[in-house]
């Protein structure tokens, strides 16, 4: 059933009160009741059921298409060959700001890619992913012996035609079972691939209707879709008032974190495990690009990574995402039922991982051990063993056990700018990289892309971003604290996710859990 995408929907009782009959099917609105006529005899066992499947073909919007760079045809060795012909420590040293070494950063490399990255217009794909060429050919084979025949009706065509026809089912088979085997062998290299193969077996369509709604307000074109969705994300940011240095409460228990910076052979060591299959931020420059030329940018990315740790200001144009909507659940034309993803610049994360790598062993002792969202050897399997684990020694021995789920709503796009930077600081972060992390989350612009219509610029008031490297983290320095709250029952974290859980033997168990409750919402 689950392979198939099937859902059960019968709940009526026969004379048992069971259901001995099944109604399966993979669309969402199926009524099943009772039928007050009955078409054939009563079967005390297999009482008459009345089914209504609501079903509605609606229209997708249709996409953008736009011209783009073939940066998998392109000539890496002319352009490795271009970037290093350039004298990157006069031409960035000089520079002002760090803004302005990027900005002649790109200007560089975008007359390069002009001139040596081929351009293709992206067009919708008229076979399935897994037709081989030899097979798109037998198909046009056969659709010419079938026009011939449409119009002359020559025997010797209709057997061609069915020859043909023959031919293309059984290397249809092969080509599918072939394609199934490569998903499974690539699955860790290429896990995309394997996702939209479990998509398309699932029956899950990705495309958004060509028609949408943000409460009262209706859009029917990709623009004022876009600015609707932009519309709504915008208003989950809660009001942050921008941090002044001097409000921030500086930690003297803990040893600061020192002062860093990066070696070429760093930066080039993570340019080396970019995963060249990821898509392309809001510049336009894809993780392929970055790696194969790697040992070429990698000396300008150092100097100016080091540049920005030096001034506390994280470059502006790397603070810009894109923001693709993300389906989640009931109703696909309502805009409030899609989550946001940001899409950043590849340079953006390569920077932010060099830093993470750095934070996250600052953090490794200070996190709190329940929580175990986005830490390494930690996992949704360690946080529910533990549960299970605690959950068992106590029904062994005869006892109830009590918990209490619980869910932030909008968790990562609601953490205030002044509590995280106040709580940074109590933890041993120092001012310099302070006032980065300020500069790294003050004032991030965003546009909502789908289909490839974009929407109108808006700026993200509070929060970390989701799709980052170092955003995760934050949150969880952010949420760290809660446990030392809980002070009567047990507690596990997974990022946002909480559950506190208490052995229950009398009243005064209820009013203890209660009271955890309680402080969490206070706090």
């Known amino acids: ?24 099917s993979n669309f969402s609105n199926v009524k099943v009741s009772k039928a007050p006529d009955l078409l054939s005899a009563l079967d005390a066992y297999h009482p008459n059921l009345l089914i209504a499947v609501e079903h509605s073909h609606s229209s997708y919007l249709r996409s953008n298409r736009r011209s783009h760079y073939s940066y998998f045809k392109a000539d890496y060795s002319a352009i490795v060959r271009e970037i290093r012909s350039l004298n990157w420590v006069q031409l960035l040293n000089d520079s002002h700001s760090v803004d302005t070494m990027v900005q002649i950063f790109y200007s560089h490399l975008y007359k390069i890619i002009e001139t040596l990255v081929p351009k293709r217009k992206s067009k919708l794909a008229k076979y399935p992913v897994w037709f ?12 010419k012996y079938r026009r011939k025949f ?17 031919r293309c089912h059984k290397l249809y088979d092969i080509c599918f079972k072939e394609y199934r085997r490569k998903t499974e062998l690539n699955i860790r290299k290429d896990p995309k691939q394997f996702w939209s193969y479990f998509k398309n077996l699932k029956g899950r369509d990705s495309s958004l209707p060509a028609s949408m709604r943000l409460d009262d307000t209706m859009a029917d074109s990709g623009s004022s879709i876009a600015n609707l969705f932009a519309q709504h994300f915008s208003s989950i940011f809660t009001q942050t008032t921008h941090v002044v240095n001097n409000n921030i409460k500086r930690s003297t228990n803990l040893q600061q974190l020192p002062k860093f910076r990066f070696l070429e052979v760093e930066v080039l060591r993570k340019i080396k495990g970019l995963n060249i299959h990821k898509g392309m931020g809001p510049d336009n420059i894809p993780p392929i690009f970055v790696k194969r030329c790697g040992v070429a940018i990698a000396l300008p990315l150092t100097m100016i990574f080091n540049r920005s740790l030096q ?11 894109r923001i693709v909507p993300v389906f989640k659940k009931d109703d696909r034309t309502d805009i409030k039922n899609y989550r946001p993803i940001s899409i950043l610049s590849c340079f953006s994360k390569l920077f932010e991982s060099l830093v993470h790598s750095i934070l996250a062993r600052h953090f490794e002792n200070l996190l709190d051990n329940s929580q175990h969202g986005f830490r390494g050897g930690l996992s949704v399997q360690t946080n529910l063993s533990n549960f299970i684990t605690d959950l068992m020694v106590e029904v062994d021995k005869g006892n109830e056990i009590d918990a209490i789920y619980t869910d932030f709503s909008s968790a990562f796009d609601k953490v205030d ?18 006032k980065w992390i300020e500069s790294y989350l003050h004032q991030r612009p965003q546009t909502v892309v789908v289909n490839g219509f974009e929407s109108a610029e808006y700026i993200a008031r509070s929060g970390v971003p989701q799709g980052s490297h170092l955003g995760p983290l934050l949150f969880l320095a952010f ?29 005064v168990d209820v009013q203890l859990l209660q009271a955890d409750l309680d402080v969490i919402v206070n706090y």
């Open 311 to 321: 001034e506390g200001i994280f470059p502006n144009v790397w603070k810009k995402a």
């Open 479 to 507: 949420i760290n604290d809660i446990t030392t709250v809980i002070r009567h029952s047990k507690c596990s974290l997974y990022a946002d996710d909480l559950k506190i859980y208490r052995t229950v033997g009398s009243n």
């Open 1 to 24: 059933m689950s392979i198939n995408n099937l859902y059960q929907f019968n709940s009526v009782g026969n004379c048992d009160g069971r259901q001995l009959d099944l109604v399966l």
């Open 150 to 166: 449409s119009k002359y009706h020559n025997p010797r065509d209709n057997l061609e035609f069915k020859i043909t026809r023959k």
């Open 132 to 143: 081989s060429q030899g097979l798109i050919r037998l198909i046009s084979e056969k659709e």
């Open 417 to 434: 700018h002044i509590i995280l930077l106040n709580k940074l600081s109590q933890c041993g972060i120092g001012p310099c990289l302070l």
